[in-house]
Nanobody, 117 residues
Framework: QVQLVESGGGLVQAGGSLRLSCAAS????????MGWFRQPPGKQREFVAA???????NYADSVKGRFTISRDNAKRTVFLQMNSLTPDDTGVYYC???????????WGKGTLVTGSP
């Protein structure tokens, strides 16, 4: 069982920035693909960004050029740098750990990001 703890959410004005962090409990963190998803109010959870074990990244079209995902394997932590935030970025942001070999998925409890007009 892998525990994921997100932090860094909050209220930010349009155009502002936030940096989310997700700390993982697993000793084999480096082998996981790590991702961020978000759930806007009244909507389904959606993909935001992911980074593989060899640091290949993928982003949703809506955040390309504004968000950057990165990882620090020594600290077992994945980050999401969010710039140029808008009210459309509002939602609960969830950290995901996916192990491609064992097809395992773990989720954090989420952190709320609110973009004000």
């Amino acid at each position: 069982q892998v525990q994921l703890v997100e932090s860094g959410g909050g209220l930010v004005q349009a155009g502002g920035s936030l940096r989310l962090s997700c700390a993982a409990s697993t000793n084999i963190f480096s082998t996981y693909t790590m991702g961020w998803f978000r759930q806007p109010p009244g909507k389904q959870r959606e993909f935001v960004a992911a980074i593989t074990s060899d640091t290949n990244t993928n982003y949703a079209d809506s955040v390309k050029g504004r968000f950057t995902i990165s990882r620090d394997n020594a600290k077992r932590t994945v980050f999401l740098q969010m710039n140029s935030l808008t009210p459309d970025d509002t939602g609960v942001y969830y950290c995901n750990a996916h192990h491609p070999q064992y097809n395992l998925d773990y989720w954090g409890k989420g952190t709320l990001v609110t973009g004000s007009p």
